[in-house]
């Protein structure tokens, strides 16, 4: 009809994720402009630094417009996309004169006509958001990066080379001063005074992925914010390897392929109830240590995007079995990158099972705001004592790294042997295994 005005809903802004997110990529529709979409129906799916998030409508009606393609980059409080009243049809071209909104629904500021940004800006939304905080780190305008990645994506090497022209940058390039003291370098700052990498023909380049610069930003903020200590020790886990054997078949029926996983999570628990000091955030702005109520313990997952860490909550609460269901179900969503939010956020210690891959001894890193990590390696058999005679043991290591600003060696030692006990002897578990 002529004349006819667009009734608008609502505006969906991106939403403030927590967790430091800023921005994420737009990874999939659900929708199309013309859709009647209802309540809680799945919008769209974003990835960011963390995990790949499902946006659910936060009202009814029909889609009007759409503000973003898949690959485009939408920070938090951008308007991802608009509904309408349900039945209210979709302008063919141009923007309504006037917006008029139902009473008692308070009317929003006119928006533009549903255009996407132009494809000629080759910075324009095409960047990763860790892409995006280098360039920021680095001085760098990213909508003046000429993008080399697939569809004119800006990459950190195209942010890196864009501020080594910077007359300043390439000033201290060449004189190679050191960095003071005084000022630690950020992790972007030290990859920016990283040597230059000269490529030879049949080099080839392989630039990080979102995931793998989260991660590398991270294990850098740990290794040159936090004193790591570490301690090592073997475990006989003898009697746990017959346990294990004798009730995998109990599991089975459960759908739970049965580990030594659960019941090292399982000590674990029982030894941060103990020494709660080691289930913990620290606090660097106030110089404090939280000591957290609840005990979720992170289960580092090897995915081939990279390192993930889902959390298992309240391990304390929970048996073996529980503890198993949710190891599987959390291990298979990260490495089909389905993990929620959720499912990473308020982890208070993490294990990192080294010995799935054959790793014998490792010092890992600490997961910030944690203060301890602890990583479990290869099971060998070795010989041991039994009854005054010596016999194959099946012998496990374990390491334990700390931040030494909150605990002492002999407190992490105490600490890695009641884990220890417990492995050695899993009876005083005392939990129900069927």
């Known amino acids: 009809m002529h004349g006819r005005v667009m009734v608008i809903v609502l505006e969906f802004r991106f939403p403030d994720l927590g967790e430091g997110i800023h921005e994420g990529t737009i990874v999939k529709w659900h929708v199309k402009v013309g859709d009647s979409v209802r309540v809680d129906q799945v919008l769209v ?3 960011t630094d ?9 009202g009814a009606g029909t889609l009007l417009k759409i503000n973003y393609a898949q690959g485009q980059t939408v920070k938090v409080g951008e308007v991802l996309l ?15 004169a006037s917006i008029s909104a139902p009473a008692g629904v308070a009317r929003p500021s006119p ?18 958001p860790a892409t995006r905080r280098l360039a920021r780190e680095l001085n760098v305008d990213i909508e003046t990066v000429i993008g080399t990645g697939p569809g004119g994506r800006v990459t950190d090497e195209d942010v890196k080379a864009a501020s080594s022209k910077t007359p300043q940058l390439a000033a201290k390039e060449s004189s190679r001063a050191p960095l003071s003291a005084a000022a630690p370098a950020s992790p972007a700052r030290t990859q920016a005074w990283a040597p230059e990498i000269a490529s030879e023909e049949g080099d080839q380049r392989v630039p990080l992925t979102r995931l793998r610069n989260t991660i590398a930003e991270r294990m850098v903020y740990s ?19 017959e346990i294990r054997e004798k009730e995998k078949k109990n599991f089975e029926p459960k759908g739970v392929k049965l580990t030594f996983l659960p019941f090292i999570v399982k000590a674990v628990a029982i030894a941060l109830k103990e020494y709660p000091r080691f289930n913990a955030h620290f606090d660097e702005k106030k110089g404090e240590l939280v000591i957290r109520k609840m005990h979720n313990i992170g289960i580092a997952v090897d995915t081939t995007e990279g390192l993930m860490v889902p959390v298992v909550k309240d391990v304390d609460r929970k048996s073996i079995v529980e503890i198993a269901q949710d190891i599987e179900h959390l291990a298979a969503a990260a490495k089909e990158r389905k993990l929620r939010l959720e499912d990473m956020r308020g982890g208070s210690f993490t294990i990192t099972n080294v010995g799935s891959v054959g790793g014998m001894y490792s010092t890992p890193i600490i997961n910030p705001p944690e203060v301890a990590i602890m990583g479990i390696h290869r099971i060998k058999e070795l010989p041991g004592m039994e009854n005054d005679k010596i016999r194959a043991r099946k012998v496990m290591g374990i390491s334990m790294c700390f931040d030494h600003r909150v605990a002492d060696g002999a407190e992490a030692t105490v600490f890695m042997n009641v884990v220890m006990k417990h492995l050695e002897d899993p009876d005083l578990m005392l939990v129900d295994m069927i």
Do not use: F, N, W
């Open 82 to 96: 608009v509904i309408g009243a349900s039945g209210e049809s979709v302008p063919a071209s141009g923007t309504p």
């Open 223 to 241: 290794k040159t914010h936090i004193p790591h200590a570490c301690g090592m020790d073997y475990v006989d886990v003898t009697r746990l390897a």
């Open 45 to 47: 799916e974003v990835e």
């Open 111 to 128: 928006i533009p006509a549903a255009t996407m940004p132009p494809s000629s800006h080759p910075g324009h939304h095409q960047a990763a």
């Open 50 to 58: 963390k995990a790949i998030v499902e946006l659910p409508s936060p």
